[in-house]
């Protein structure tokens, strides 16, 4: 970290690391290294993010215009806006629930531990923001793949809005659970007699940043929302303005 290892050096090194197998203290320390003495690294613009937080996204706040979510939040989002702003609607978020095969506790310190060593050490805001939302204490994800979950959350009628929606996830599905997660999604937004809206925010194949998408029923309309940084850092909203 200091720059006195030769490039075969390092590569002896990582070789043998990947090897042996890292461990999570391993991963731990060598961020808080890298912390200490790598202040400007160029990393590639790829993310894994750990959806717990989605879940309390209503406790966030979103400072831009005259600002949505409570403006007291000690998770402040302050993305560069470009387009026009969506509309202000108050609403409620209950009985939110989310799913991962693998979920992190963070009430136990060795998941808090991998948890910090997945933040990027050039990016110390984000270690800022990510320890404000554990402080809100998410609900724990189900450890469930995500078709199985979909499955028993979609298989008793609903009577509001229900909102299912992912972050940078869909690029790690298998085509197979892409069309699973496609069409039971679909066939139950068509049966419902209540609304279901499917907010994506993913790698499309396009650039700069990640796709946003929302799909409704029983309208089965499709709107695009515009694009955004993967890291949340910008936001442009094209989406068109809702009927009065």
Same mark, same amino acid.
């Given at each position: 970290? %200091?720059?006195? !290892? ?11 690391? +990947? ?8 991963? =731990? ?22 959806? %717990?937080?989605? !879940? ?12 949505? &979510?409570?403006?007291? *939040?000690?998770? #402040? ?6 387009? *026009?702003?969506?509309? =202000?609607?108050?609403?409620?978020? +209950?009985?939110? @629930? &989310?799913?991962?095969?693998?979920? !992190?506790?963070? /009430?136990?310190? #060795?998941?808090?531990? /991998?948890?910090? =060593?997945? $933040?990027?050490?050039? #990016?110390?805001?984000?270690?800022? /923001?990510?320890?404000?939302? $554990?402080? !809100? ?5 189900k450890k469930s793949s995500a078709i199985e979950f979909l499955r028993q959350r979609l298989a008793a009628p609903w009577s509001s809005c229900h909102l299912i929606y992912s972050t940078v996830a869909w690029q790690y599905f298998s085509k197979e659970?892409?069309?699973? $997660? ?6 139950? &937004? ?9 907010? +994506?925010?993913? =790698?499309? &194949? ?15 309309? @499709? ?22």
């Amino acid at each position: 970290m %200091t720059g006195q !290892l030769v490039s075969l050096q390092i590569a002896s090194f990582m070789i043998a690391m +990947r090897m042996k197998g890292e461990t999570i203290d391993e991963i =731990a320390a060598a961020a808080k290294v890298m912390r200490r003495h790598s202040k400007h690294v160029l990393l590639d613009n790829t993310d894994f993010l750990i959806d %717990t937080f989605n !879940l309390v996204f209503d406790r966030f706040h979103l400072a831009v215009g005259q600002g949505y &979510g409570p403006p007291d *939040s000690p998770v #402040q989002l302050t993305p560069k806006w470009q387009g *026009s702003l969506p509309p =202000a609607a108050p609403y409620l978020l +209950r009985d939110a @629930q &989310g799913c991962d095969l693998a979920p !992190l506790d963070l /009430r136990q310190k #060795q998941d808090l531990l /991998r948890l910090h =060593a997945y $933040i990027w050490a050039d #990016q110390p805001e984000r270690r800022a /923001r990510t320890d404000a939302a $554990i402080a !809100l204490n998410p609900p724990l994800p189900k450890k469930s793949s995500a078709i199985e979950f979909l499955r028993q959350r979609l298989a008793a009628p609903w009577s509001s809005c229900h909102l299912i929606y992912s972050t940078v996830a869909w690029q790690y599905f298998s085509k197979e659970e892409k069309r699973q $997660i496609t069409e039971l999604i679909t066939t139950r &937004g068509a049966e419902s007699q209540a609304p279901l809206a499917w907010l +994506r925010i993913e =790698a499309d &194949g396009k650039s700069p940043g990640a796709g946003m998408r929302l799909d409704l029923w029983p309208e089965q309309k @499709q709107v695009e929302l515009g694009r955004m940084d993967f890291h949340g850092r910008w936001i442009t909203w094209t989406a068109p303005k809702p009927r009065a």
